[in-house]
């Protein structure tokens, strides 16, 4: 039997590493990897970042190392590389580093998404390591005829897409650097409280308490806003990594390989270490997923409303126009219909909630307009990858809203 695959994972306690860790040592069942470390800049001992009630269980194995880091110094994510005395050397590396809290500045967002991701693969580049899989966030923005496969030009929106864009360039210029980029949809599933479908589910819940409509100014809602389970990010993830340790990155660049065309503003990338020229189109190969839902904007907010016994409808066209002109000025407005209810749905819980990771206010980042159409038929005919989640669904619902009751982060009310 050949000799299992060590790992290490930067970044992603806060989105999505720990379904990926569970999935490469599950506290039951067949390992895929032989040692796992685990790197971030938070802590766990005591917790710093919401964990969810079973990755402490995946700590706590043999074989199993978390390590606080802080990531911006060369010298500590070298440190990281090196293997407990015995082990192998780290042979996948799994990059989810990345800000995603979109109201940090451009400076914060450079520093920790860019410079970050630059040093760990100059790093892992050295280290001659077999797969680098860097999972890129939903940061772009699709056109309305989609889906959109691999080779379309998709944009990043807002400035810290820019600079997650900008990150792949950077990697994908490191010649010596094994990458495969993993671009997905929005994730959804147990313990995943970060994005846009946590956020809907929380105040979904809230209208249905109410017994009131949730309503959004983005109508007809046709646009995209495609998903995809944590499942099958982490699922996704090893696949990618798998298959580039195969191939190696010059015939994975032949079989799979996209250019990433240039995003940003030629003034900023000139002052920034390792940025390429903007005439440069880097290629690596780039992979979308998600489920086949073809979720759109009508359809997510339908299933997820019903699902708490009320409907999904859009504002009149008078206010529509209105929303579409001052979201900033209408974001307190909307807030006050159902913040104060979600306190209060926690106070009334049996048990009360005294901490939970969900959050009900919706800011301008979540109230805007979303356009994410993506083509899935790539990793499944390249790498032969299989959805293990390929429908959006009501017993998924029902999954994450159990398991948040059961660790106590959702309200157990009557009759509910």
Excluded at 122 to 143: D, G, H, I
Excluded at 178 to 195: A, D, K, Q, T
Excluded at 253 to 268: C, P, R, V
């Amino acid at each position: 039997m050949s000799q299992k695959p060590s790992a290490i994972i930067f970044g992603g306690l806060n989105t999505c590493s720990r379904a990926l860790a569970a999935l490469l040592v599950p506290p039951e069942g067949e390992r895929l990897v032989s040692h796992l470390r685990i790197v971030d800049r938070f802590s766990v001992y005591p917790p710093t970042t919401y964990l969810g009630a079973e990755f402490p269980k995946v700590l706590a194995q043999p074989d199993v190392e978390y390590r606080q880091a802080n990531l911006t110094v060369p010298s500590a994510v070298a440190s990281a590389f090196d293997p407990p005395p015995g082990k192998a050397p780290y042979s996948y590396v799994f990059d989810l580093t990345g800000e995603v809290n979109h109201d940090r500045s451009e400076v914060i967002a450079i520093k920790l998404t860019f410079t970050v991701a630059r040093i760990i693969g100059l790093e892992a580049a050295r280290r001659k390591v077999n797969a680098y899989v860097r999972l890129q966030q939903p940061v772009y923005e699709t056109s309305d005829k989609g889906p959109h496969d691999e080779k379309e030009d998709v944009k990043p929106v807002r400035t810290l897409d820019v600079w997650w864009h900008e990150t792949l360039r950077m990697l994908a210029s490191i010649d010596e650097l094994p990458l495969v980029v993993l671009r997905i949809g929005f994730v959804y599933g147990p313990y995943v409280e970060f994005g846009l479908y946590p956020l809907v589910i929380t105040v979904a819940s809230i209208y249905g308490y109410m017994n009131k409509p949730m309503k959004t100014p983005w109508g007809p809602g046709k646009d995209g806003v495609n998903t995809v389970h944590i499942d099958d990010v982490a699922g996704g993830l090893w696949a990618c990594a798998a298959w580039m340790a195969s191939l190696g990155r010059q015939q994975a660049n032949l079989t799979a390989g996209e250019k990433i065309y240039f995003h940003n503003d030629k003034s900023k990338v000139k002052d920034i270490e390792g940025t390429c020229i903007p005439d440069a189109q880097p290629v690596a190969p780039v992979f979308n997923l998600v489920d086949d839902s073809e979720m759109t904007m009508a359809k997510g907010g339908s299933m997820i409303t019903e699902f708490f016994g009320t409907t999904f409808e859009f504002y009149s066209f008078f206010e529509n126009a209105l929303a579409k002109l001052k979201l900033d000025d209408v974001v307190e407005e909307i807030n006050e219909h159902h913040v104060g209810t979600w306190t209060e749905m926690l106070q009334t819980s049996n048990p009360p909630i005294v901490q939970t990771p969900l959050d009900a206010y919706m800011d301008h980042w979540a109230l805007s307009r979303r356009k994410l159409s993506y083509n899935n038929s790539k990793i499944k005919k390249v790498i032969g990858y299989k959805l293990i989640r390929p429908q959006f669904t009501h017993d998924a619902l029902r999954e994450v809203v159990d398991k948040w009751k059961a660790e106590g982060s959702w309200p157990a009310l009557e009759g509910r």
